[in-house]
């Protein structure tokens, strides 16, 4: 295992929004069950571009830059990334364990395969969790792969047995 070393995160910016999409697809290429396709780039660009730009609003990204990565995509590229973790603050009507009702939801957690096991997600993920504090969460989730569960055990996340139903409109 490479030797750790202090990993600088920051909030991603509207220059990133390529590089956060090429690492989103990297996370889906790694779970069962995933679609290659990236033709939803394209949509996903501009929303993500927006979402970035809002520093106050309901979403955050924080990467970890890639020393040494050719620049892409123009002046705004900052030379590419080797890690993300996404996450967004919800809003849902209060309860006993938590009266205000703000909840965190953790998504789109990579790195690299070439930068693994170098501390960056961990180091994203403390960053993007004291985001969520400061917006007062009580509660974050995420799903996980099996792979990854052993970062977010460690990290204080617990299984849980709710069951989840979804529909797409």
Do not use: N
Not at 8 to 17: E, H, I
Not at 66 to 78: C, D, I, L, V, W
Not at 91 to 97: D, E, K, T
Not at 147 to 155: I, M, N
């Amino acid at each position: 295992m490479p030797a750790m070393t202090r990993v600088r995160v920051r909030r991603a910016v509207p220059g990133d929004a390529e590089e956060v999409l090429r690492l989103r697809q990297v996370m889906i290429d790694s779970m069962a069950r995933s679609s290659p396709a990236t033709d939803w780039h394209a949509d996903a660009l501009p929303v993500l571009r927006a979402k970035l730009a809002d520093p106050d609003g309901p979403f955050a990204a924080f990467v970890v830059d890639r020393p040494g990565r050719p620049e892409r995509g123009g002046p705004s590229a900052r030379g590419g990334l080797s890690a993300l973790v996404a996450g967004t603050i919800e809003y849902r009507i209060g309860g006993v364990h938590d009266p205000r009702g703000t909840d965190g939801y953790v998504f789109s957690v990579a790195t690299d395969p070439d930068a693994r096991r170098r501390g960056h997600a961990r180091a994203c993920m403390e960053v993007l969790l004291e985001w969520f504090r400061e917006r007062g969460a009580h509660r974050i989730r995420l799903t996980a792969t099996s792979q990854a569960e052993p970062l977010y055990a460690s990290l204080g996340f617990t299984r849980r047995p709710d069951p989840l139903l979804e529909l797409r409109l």
